[in-house]
């Protein structure tokens, strides 16, 4: 199921190719690696293709002069796209723990993921764990490490989640069904919250790109770093992203909030899970990614 990385140089136009869990795109200026966590794998295959991949140590041979410049001063742009799936999000968990243990060999007890990718995608539970990767702590280094993710999980999933039990649970669950969301929401929102505090998408460590979609212009909204930079309306707090994108239809209720940038300008957005208009966010990046090429971000380019 986890066959392998594979690696394509493509100067024409991006492309991508499915390698079950592992992809691999050209850009037009450099080739182009796309990997990301699929949510469907058991645990004993994800802990299977760990163990008998041959070119996984390559790979972050490859990645460890990579760190921290931007895309032209390497020979590869790096995207890290995480899927959608609720609780399963332990499943990218192991991989990115095991992948970060690789680096901490490599480079030592300071390396992070974030370091080593030039844009890190996430859907729903995937865009949590993209902010949890990305977003800054005090000393301006990565909040988690990876492989504190699955403590997260394994810590919180039964507070937000909570089950009811007894003779009367299945009609209760029935009800609230029809009365709306099954859960309120209000922990994951504090936690969140918490977590994140004031902390806003352009303060990313590396570029990030987390789809939600807007139940009210029923269109796909895409928060990236990239649109931060020029777009202070859709600056938002890393918080509201994460509360958005993992806002499951009938799970858990929408996100109803307002911007404002400095000239006084206002931007409504009423969100839900990414996961409605793109589960796998890897296309989304792939697609940022090119419009920053053809409007010669610098970082893509060998004079930067």
């Known amino acids: 199921m986890w066959n392998h990385f594979r690696k394509l140089s493509n100067k024409r136009s991006p492309t991508a190719f499915d390698g079950r869990g592992l992809d691999a795109v050209g850009s037009p200026t450099s080739d182009l690696i796309v990997i990301w966590s ?3 794998p058991s645990e004993s295959a994800v802990c299977s293709f760990l163990d008998h991949t041959t070119d996984l140590s390559e790979w972050l041979a490859r990645l460890k002069n990579l760190a921290n410049p931007p895309p032209c001063k390497g020979r590869l742009v790096t995207i890290l ?11 990218p968990g192991i991989i990115l723990a095991f992948l970060e243990s690789k680096l901490l060999e490599l480079d030592g007890e ?25 977003a ?57 919250q918490e977590l994140l505090g004031e902390t806003r998408v352009h303060q990313a460590l590396t570029n990030i790109v ?11 909204t895409i928060f990236s770093t990239f649109e931060a930079r020029h777009a202070p309306l859709k600056d938002l707090l890393l918080s509201d992203v994460c509360i958005s994108t993992s806002a499951a239809p009938t799970y858990l209720p929408a996100h109803y909030f307002e911007t404002k940038d400095a000239h006084g300008s206002k931007r409504s957005f009423n969100l839900v899970d990414g996961g409605v208009a793109a589960n796998n966010p890897t296309l989304a990046a792939m697609s ?16 930067c």
Request: positive net charge; proline residues 7%.
């Open 110 to 134: 300071d390396a992070r993921i974030a370091d080593y990718f030039d844009a890190v995608a996430g859907t729903s539970t995937g865009g949590l764990v993209t902010a949890m990767l990305t």
């Open 81 to 91: 796209s995480i899927d959608g799936g609720g609780v399963r999000g332990i499943v």
């Open 136 to 192: 800054p702590d005090k000393n301006n280094r990565p909040l988690f490490a990876a492989k504190d993710i699955n403590e997260f999980y394994l810590e919180n999933c039964p507070k937000i989640f909570p089950q009811k039990t007894g003779i009367f649970s299945s009609m209760f669950n029935l009800f609230t069904a029809v009365r709306g969301p099954k859960y309120n929401g209000k922990y994951p929102h504090k936690k969140i």
């Open 210 to 220: 987390i789809p939600t979609f807007d139940i009210k212009l029923l269109q796909p």
């Open 38 to 40: 699929s949510t469907q």
């Open 288 to 303: 940022l990614i090119t419009k920053e090429i053809h409007m010669k971000n610098k970082d893509f380019f060998s004079n």
